[in-house]
C-alpha cells in the first residue's frame, strides 16, 4: 500500500471513529428518555480505484421490536382504556357520595322515612311536621345536586371527548410529516433513527386513543390502520371530529365504533344513549340520569295506587292542608321528570299549606312496603324506597369495583410491556462506555498512523531536499 493510500485508510477512521463517538455520546445522553432506542453505525470497507482504502460508514442501526412494540401498542390501548373509565367511574362515586356511611342519597331517603314515621305517631305536632318537610327538601336537594353534578360532568366528557378528537387529528399530521422527513433522510443518506423514535413515540400516543396496526413501507413510511380495517393514515392523515357525541370522519360518517379500544372508546360509550347495554362503563350517565328519574317518580306518580303519591294524595284533606303534590316537578325534552326542578310543593315550604295529618299512617307504611323497580339496567323486585335507593348506589359501585380491577391489571400490563421493550431497544450504558473506549482507541491508532505518515514524509522531502 502506498503511502497516500494508508493516509486515506487512516483518515477514514479518523472520520468513523469521530462519527461513532458521537452516536456513543447520544446514546449515553438519552439513555433514560423515554422512546429513545439504542443506535449504531454500520461499516463497509471503501475501495479507492482498485484498491481498498480504508472504511467507511454504509447505513444507521438502532434497536427496534416490531413483535414487542405493537403488543405495547395494544397494552397501552386497553390501560388507556379502563384508565379513563376508572377515572369517570371515580367521579360518579364522589357525586353519589359512595365513600360516607351512609351516603347522602340513602341518608336522605332514610332520614324522610324517619319523619313521617315520627309525624305518624304524633300527626298534630307542628315540629314533626316541619321536619317531614324539611326532611323531604333534603331529599329533593340531594336528587337536585346529584342532577346538577351529572350535568357538569357530561359536559365536562364531552370537553374531553373534542380534545381526544383533536390530539388524534395532530398526532396523525405529525406522523405524516415524520414519513416525509423519513423518506429524505434515507435519500440523502442520513440517518432517520431519531425521526423513527419520534414517530414510535408518536403511534404509542395515538395507541392510548383508539387501537392502531402499523404497516411498514419500503420507502420507510409507515401506514396506520384500526383493527378493523379503518385507514387513520396511508399516505395521507385521515381527519375526524365530533358530531352528537360521536365520532365522525371528513364525510361525516358515524367512525366511533371503528375507534375501538383507548380513550376514545371510553368517552363514547361514557356518552352513550344506549342502556340496554351491560357494560360497565357505557351510557353511565344515561343510566344514572334514568335510575334517578324513576327514582323520583315513586314520590310523584300515581300511577300505582300504592306509592307515596297516590297515597297521599288520596288521604282525606282538612282545612288548610296540601290536597296533593307533595312534590312538585317540571320535565325534560323527553317528558321525564327535570331532575333539577324536582322538589316540595313551594306551599308547604312556605306555609300556605299544611301536611295532611290523615295521610301519616298510611304515607309511613309506604316506606315499609316493598316495590318492583326496573331503570337504566337495573331492575329490582320486593325493595322498599330505602332499598332502591341502595340499589341505585351499589349497582354504580359494582361497575366502579370491575373497571378499577380491570384498569389496574391493563396498568400492569402495560407498564411491563414497556419496560420489556426498554430492555430490548434501549441503551445500555455499560456497552456503551465499552464500546467508546474501542473507538477511542481506533481514534489514536488512525492518528498515530497519520502522525507516522506525516514523519516519513517530512524525512523523504529532506532526502529529496
Request: no cysteine.
Amino acid at each position: 500500500m502506498s503511502l497516500t493510500g494508508a493516509l486515506n485508510a487512516a483518515l477514514s477512521g479518523i472520520k468513523v471513529s469521530t462519527t461513532a463517538v458521537q452516536v456513543i455520546s447520544s446514546n449515553v445522553s438519552n439513555a433514560q428518555t423515554t422512546g429513545y432506542t439504542d443506535k449504531s453505525l454500520s461499516l463497509s470497507e471503501s475501495v479507492v480505484g482498485t484498491s481498498y482504502g480504508g472504511v467507511e460508514i454504509s447505513g444507521y442501526n438502532r434497536v427496534s421490536d416490531s413483535v414487542l412494540s405493537a403488543t405495547l401498542n395494544s397494552a397501552t390501548t386497553t390501560s388507556s382504556y379502563y384508565s379513563t373509565q376508572n377515572g369517570f367511574l371515580t367521579q360518579i362515586q364522589n357525586i353519589l357520595d359512595s365513600s360516607a356511611s351512609p351516603p347522602a342519597l340513602a341518608s336522605a331517603v332514610s332520614n324522610f322515612q324517619s319523619a313521617w314515621t315520627a309525624y305518624s305517631a304524633s300527626s298534630n305536632s307542628s315540629a314533626d311536621e316541619a321536619n317531614v318537610i324539611s326532611t323531604g327538601e333534603q331529599l329533593a336537594t340531594t336528587i337536585n345536586s346529584i342532577a346538577s353534578q351529572i350535568s357538569s360532568l357530561k359536559t365536562n366528557v364531552e370537553s374531553d371527548l373534542s380534545t381526544s378528537v383533536s390530539t388524534l387529528n395532530t398526532d396523525l399530521q405529525q406522523v405524516q410529516t415524520l414519513n416525509s422527513q423519513i423518506q429524505s433522510a434515507i435519500a440523502s443518506n442520513q440517518s432517520p433513527s431519531d425521526l423513527e423514535d419520534q414517530r414510535d413515540t408518536l403511534i404509542n400516543n395515538i395507541s392510548a386513543l383508539t387501537n392502531v396496526q402499523v404497516m411498514t413501507r419500503s420507502d420507510g413510511t409507515v401506514a396506520l390502520y384500526t383493527s378493523n380495517g379503518t385507514a387513520l393514515l396511508d399516505g395521507t392523515a385521515q381527519t375526524f371530529s365530533v358530531s352528537n357525541d360521536q365520532v365522525v370522519n371528513a364525510l361525516g360518517a358515524n367512525v366511533s365504533s371503528a375507534l375501538g379500544g383507548g380513550t376514545l372508546q371510553a368517552q363514547t360509550d361514557f356518552l352513550s344513549t344506549d342502556t340496554s347495554n351491560t357494560g360497565n362503563g357505557v351510557a353511565v350517565i344515561s343510566k344514572l340520569t334514568a335510575q334517578l328519574q324513576s327514582f323520583a317518580s315513586q314520590f310523584t306518580s300515581t300511577s300505582s295506587a300504592s306509592s307515596f303519591a297516590s297515597t297521599y294524595n288520596s288521604a282525606t284533606t282538612n282545612s288548610g292542608e296540601l290536597a296533593s303534590s307533595f312534590f312538585t316537578y317540571s320535565t325534560d325534552g323527553n317528558g321525564n321528570i327535570d331532575l333539577t326542578s324536582f322538589a316540595v310543593n313551594s306551599a308547604l315550604v312556605n306555609g300556605t299549606s299544611t301536611v295532611k295529618a290523615a295521610a301519616a299512617t298510611s304515607v309511613a307504611n309506604t316506606f315499609t312496603a316493598t316495590n318492583s323497580y326496573t331503570s337504566g339496567g337495573l331492575t329490582v323486585t320486593n325493595q322498599t324506597y330505602a332499598g332502591i335507593a341502595n340499589s341505585i348506589l351499589s349497582y354504580f359501585q359494582q361497575a366502579a369495583n370491575s373497571v378499577a380491577a380491570s384498569s389496574t391489571t391493563a396498568s400492569a400490563q402495560q407498564s411491563y410491556y414497556q419496560s420489556a421493550l426498554s430492555k430490548e431497544t434501549g441503551v445500555n450504558t455499560d456497552t456503551e462506555l465499552v464500546n467508546l473506549t474501542s473507538w477511542q482507541n481506533a481514534y489514536a491508532a488512525s492518528a498515530h498512523v497519520i502522525s507516522t505518515i506525516e514523519a516519513m514524509f517530512t524525512t523523504l522531502e529532506n532526502m529529496i531536499s
